[in-house]
């Protein structure tokens, strides 16, 4: 099971992994809530009963009380940095359709080849669109071979809406998860 909470100006991302206990309730940490309108969503499959092997998304919305200070949306851009990683997106979605999509990840300008298995899978990019907070969790089609993903995650990218969505590429090196952030235009 995934769990994503994501305030409405599409800041402070969270993606966390609840583990079912005993009693068959889902728990897990998230960590402190600005003030603020959130989206919580959580995706699954099921294994068993009516909706078994089916995918679902189930969300609804949360008010943090406090005094909101909303943060306005980086403009679009094809490249992002994080922890001395650059990530750069090379594609151009259409709503409502699949198109490819290919993110490379370089450090010091040279190509990463040391991405390690998070999840099963080199990469996880998760998207929530700016005007309706609309969700997708994309994996990589590139296959998993040890610790030597890189430099370049293939994506068959989905996104149903046209508008600015704002895409969190999480990777992980030296067993150090990295959460990069940019804006995406989708035509």
């Known amino acids: 099971m995934h769990f994503y909470a994501i305030r409405s100006d599409l800041t402070g991302f ?30 699954f499959t099921p294994d068993n009963g009516t909706g078994k092997g089916t995918a679902l998304v189930l969300s609804r919305t949360v008010t943090v009380p406090g005094t909101e200070t909303k943060t306005a949306l980086p403009a679009a851009a094809k490249s ?26 370089t450090k010091n300008g040279k190509p990463v080849t040391d991405l390690q298995p998070y999840l099963d899978t080199y990469a996880h990019l998760t998207a929530f669109h700016e005007s309706d907070t609309a969700f997708a969790h994309l994996h990589p089609t590139t296959e998993v071979n040890g610790d030597h993903g890189g430099p370049e995650l293939s994506f068959n990218a989905e996104l149903p809406t046209s508008g600015n969505w704002r895409l969190f590429l999480q990777f992980q090196t030296g067993g150090k998860l990295h959460t990069a952030a940019l804006t995406l235009k989708v035509g």
């Open 14 to 43: 969270q993606h966390i992994h609840p583990t079912m206990a005993n009693d068959g309730t889902w728990r897990a940490n998230l960590s402190s809530l600005a003030s603020g309108s959130w989206r919580m969503f959580t995706s």
């Open 80 to 105: 992002a940095e994080i922890d001395g990683y650059t990530v750069t997106v090379k594609g151009e979605p259409m709503a409502g359709m699949t198109h490819p999509m290919t993110v490379t990840v």
